[in-house]
């Protein structure tokens, strides 16, 4: 089934997904196009969309605007920040949060495009303190939060 009606048929809340493996892993990139869906937490463990506008108490702020799990976006988006202070500064400011907010964050990911933004090296993997502890491989695939629905 297409994601595209999939996502119709079951008009989910809020999707809890597997952040991708590889380049080749396109769930997450496909749902980050989707406009409908912001992205509001990404770490190892997962990444946790929302319907945006069916969470008005969210402010629109949470949501991530550079950072995506797209690899190939993220590596365009670093290298044009050397140049653009506006978008590095940005760029970096989000990276800075998903560590900040994660008790591991993918290397791949945040720690190589922020330290290209920046111009700065990024501490490797593992270098930085952990926020509450706890084990790292406790992802359970994919989730999601289906609207609920009156009879």
Partial sequence: MALDSLLEIWDFNYLL?????????????NIA???????IFYDDSGL???????YPQI???????????????????????????????????ELERARAESRSI???????????????????????PRRGGGDRSGHAGARCGRASRTP
């Fill in 17 to 29: 997904i597997e952040p991708p493996q590889s380049n080749e892993d396109r769930l997450p990139i």
């Fill in 33 to 39: 196009r989707h406009l409908e869906y912001g992205l």
């Fill in 48 to 54: 946790l969309y929302v319907r945006w506008n069916r």
């Fill in 59 to 93: 402010p629109l702020s949470r949501l991530y605007r550079y950072f995506t799990p797209d690899y190939l976006a993220m590596t365009d988006l670093s290298e044009r920040a050397v140049a653009d202070s506006g978008l590095a500064r940005l760029l970096t400011a």
């Fill in 106 to 128: 993918r290397g791949r990911a945040c720690g190589s495009a922020c330290s290209r933004s920046a111009g700065t090296t990024v501490p490797p993997r593992g270098a930085l």
